[in-house]
C-alpha cells in the first residue's frame, strides 16, 4: 500500500470516530518508532483517540499537499458543495497534528460560513484539539469566532443556549487549564466567555460567586501558577462594579469579624474607610469588594503562604490586593491616589539594581552596602487616608505582621528573600515603611 491512500485511510477513520462519538474525550499521538504490529495505527479505546506517531509525516504530508491545491478554489467559492464536504477530513487530520496553522482554521471558517459543517460540530473538534494542544492560541481564536457566530444568531429568548454555552466554555478552560500549566490562552479565554457570554446571562452574580470558589480551590491546588491568580483579580474588579450583590459579601464577612475583631463588621466597615454621603448601592459595592479583599489577604493567602512558602505568585497577589484595598479607600475618602511614576518605572526597569540599591534591613539608612550614597527620600506629609481612616493602619499591622513570621524560618532564605521585596515594594510604590 503507498504512502497516499494509506494516509486517506487514516484520515476518514479519524473522522468517522469524531464524528459518530460524542462522548471522546481526548486526541493524542503514541511515540512508536515504526510500524511492527501490521495493523492500523489509529488507537481507539474508552472513549479516547490516539494516532502512532511512525505514521504523522505521511498523513500530514498528504494532508497539506490536497489543502494546498484547493486552497485558492475554496477562497474563491469555486469549488462544489460536495468537494467542501471533502475537505473537512484532511482539515481534521492536519488540525489535529499541527494545530497553529492559521490557513486551515481560515479555510474551516470558510467552510462554516457555506454551512458545510456546523458551529456546534466544531466547537466539538475544537475540545477535542485541545485536549492534545492545550496552549493552541489559533484554537481558542477559531472558538471565539464560532462563538460569536453563534450568539448572533441566537434569539433574545435563548438565555438557557447561553447559559449552555458559558457553561461548556467553562468545562473546556479547565479542562486546557490542567493539561498544561500556565496555560495563559485559556484563561484568557475564560474571561472573554465571562464578557460576552457571562453578561449576557440573568445570572451574572451567581456565576461570578460560583467562578470565586471554583478559583479558591484552583489555587490551592495550582498555587505556583499566577495564571489563576490572574483570573481572580479579573473577577474581584467585576464584584467591584456590581451593585446587585447585595448578599455576595456574607460568606466573607467572618473574616472582617477575625481580622478587624469587631462583632459587627458591616457597620464597623463603614466607619473603618470612613464613608459619608454615598448611595445605598455604593455602600453594598463597597463591603462586596472590601470584604472580598481582605478574605484574600488574611484567610486565602495567609493558608496558602503557610503551606506553600517561597511562591512568588502568593506575594504578586498579595500586592494587586493591597494596591486595591487602598485605591478604594482613597475614592470614598475623596483623595487622589497618586503612585511615584518616576520610582515605578525605574522599578519597572531596572529591578534587580534597585534591590541591590536600597537596603532592605530592619533599619533603613541612607548609604547602601557598598558605601555608596543613596538619594534622600523627600517628607511627604499624610494624606487624609495615612491619617485618618483606621484600616489603613490595620492594613499596615496585617503587613509588618505577615513579613515579620515569614522571615522567622532563618533557613527558608527565598521566603526571607520574598518578604524584603514586598517590604521594598510597599516603601516603593505606596509610601508604606513598616519600620
Not at 499521538?29 to 511492527?36: A, G, L, M, Q
Not at 464578557?195 to 495550582?222: A, P, V
Not at 460568606?251 to 445605598?280: E, M, R
Request: proline share 3%.
Amino acid at each position: 500500500m503507498d504512502d497516499n491512500s494509506m494516509s486517506e485511510r487514516i484520515l476518514k477513520k479519524i473522522e468517522y470516530i469524531i464524528n459518530h462519538d460524542s462522548d471522546l474525550q481526548e486526541f493524542t499521538i503514541v511515540p512508536t518508532e515504526e510500524n511492527t504490529s501490521n495493523k492500523s495505527p489509529v488507537l481507539y479505546m474508552d472513549h479516547n483517540l490516539g494516532l502512532e506517531s511512525w505514521c504523522v509525516k505521511y498523513v500530514y504530508r498528504h494532508a497539506c499537499a490536497d489543502l494546498f491545491e484547493v486552497r485558492s478554489k475554496l477562497a474563491k467559492r469555486k469549488l462544489s458543495y460536495p468537494n467542501m464536504e471533502k475537505l473537512n477530513y484532511l482539515l481534521m487530520g492536519a488540525l489535529l497534528i499541527h494545530p497553529d496553522v492559521s490557513t486551515f482554521w481560515a479555510m474551516k471558517r470558510e467552510l462554516v460560513q457555506a454551512d458545510v459543517i456546523s458551529a456546534e460540530q466544531e466547537l466539538f473538534f475544537l475540545k477535542i484539539v485541545l485536549s492534545y494542544k492545550s496552549k493552541s492560541n489559533e484554537a481558542f481564536s477559531h472558538r471565539r469566532w464560532l462563538l460569536k457566530r453563534i450568539l448572533q444568531k441566537a434569539h433574545v429568548n435563548q438565555a438557557e443556549r447561553v447559559n449552555y454555552l458559558l457553561h461548556n466554555e467553562f468545562l473546556v478552560t479547565e479542562m486546557a487549564a490542567n493539561k498544561s500549566p500556565n496555560n495563559y490562552h485559556c484563561w484568557n479565554h475564560r474571561i472573554w466567555c465571562m464578557e460576552n457570554l457571562g453578561s449576557n446571562c440573568e445570572n451574572i452574580e451567581t456565576i461570578i460567586q460560583s467562578e470565586l470558589q471554583l478559583n479558591s480551590k484552583w489555587l490551592t491546588e495550582h498555587v505556583s501558577e499566577h495564571t489563576g491568580y490572574h483570573y481572580r483579580q479579573y473577577l474581584i474588579k467585576l464584584v467591584k462594579h456590581l451593585p446587585n450583590m447585595k448578599d455576595f459579601s456574607l460568606q466573607y464577612l467572618a473574616s472582617l469579624t477575625n481580622v478587624l475583631k469587631v462583632k459587627d463588621p458591616t457597620s464597623t466597615l463603614f466607619n473603618l474607610l470612613g464613608i459619608s454621603n454615598k448611595s445605598l448601592d455604593d455602600l453594598h459595592m463597597t463591603i462586596n469588594v472590601v470584604s472580598l479583599l481582605i478574605y484574600d489577604l488574611a484567610v486565602l493567602l495567609k493558608n496558602l503562604n503557610t503551606f506553600y512558602e517561597g511562591h512568588e505568585s502568593l506575594w504578586y497577589h498579595r500586592r494587586f490586593v493591597i494596591r486595591e484595598l487602598i485605591k478604594i479607600m482613597h475614592e470614598y475618602s475623596n483623595t487622589p491616589f497618586n503612585v511615584n511614576n518616576k520610582v515605578n518605572d525605574l522599578y519597572v526597569k531596572d529591578e534587580k539594581n534597585i534591590i541591590q540599591s536600597c537596603l532592605l534591613s530592619d533599619n533603613l539608612s541612607n548609604s547602601s552596602e557598598n558605601g555608596e550614597k543613596l538619594p534622600k527620600q523627600k517628607k511627604v506629609m499624610p494624606n487624609k487616608v495615612e491619617s485618618d481612616v483606621p484600616l489603613y493602619f490595620i492594613l499596615i499591622d496585617l503587613e509588618r505582621d505577615f513579613v515579620r513570621k515569614s522571615c522567622e524560618n532563618k533557613r527558608n532564605l527565598v521566603q526571607i528573600e520574598n518578604a524584603r521585596r514586598h517590604e521594598q515594594w510597599l516603601r516603593l510604590f505606596l509610601g508604606i515603611n513598616l519600620v
